[in-house]
């Protein structure tokens, strides 16, 4: 089993950064990949950036690519959203993930605001 509880979300200008955190718990965290998705207001859940199991390899939205970088710490099995230069369209409920052969795993979400 595997629980995931996201933070760091609030209200920021354009421009502006925040990094968005996602904590584990639960076992096998370092074993497989993990990833952001966020679901703006009357719109479809999209991905926005993964990273492998143990960090060498991450991907990204084309909406994102250049903006934010995903990371992870599999000793504290935590998982990082850096995002600089936010855009109002960035604006959204943000989620972790990690997709097992047990079953897929969310956290509860985290919202961000970006507007001036």
């Known amino acids: 089993q595997l629980r995931l509880v996201e933070s760091g979300g609030g209200f920021v200008q354009p421009g502006g950064s925040l990094t968005l955190v996602c904590a584990a718990s639960?076992?096998?965290?370092?074993?497989?990949?993990i990833g952001w998705f966020r679901q703006a207001l009357g719109k479809e859940r999209e991905g926005v950036a993964c990273i492998s199991s143990a960090g060498g390899t991450s991907n990204y939205a084309d909406s994102v690519k250049g903006r934010f970088t995903i990371s992870r710490e599999n000793a504290r099995k935590t998982v990082y959203l850096q995002m600089n230069s936010l855009k109002p369209e960035d604006s959204a409920v943000y989620y972790c993930?990690?997709?097992?052969?047990?079953?897929?795993?969310w956290g509860q979400g985290t919202q961000v605001t970006v507007s001036s």
């Open positions: 993930n990690q997709a097992r052969s047990t079953g897929v795993y």
């Open positions: 639960g076992s096998l965290f370092d074993m497989h990949s």
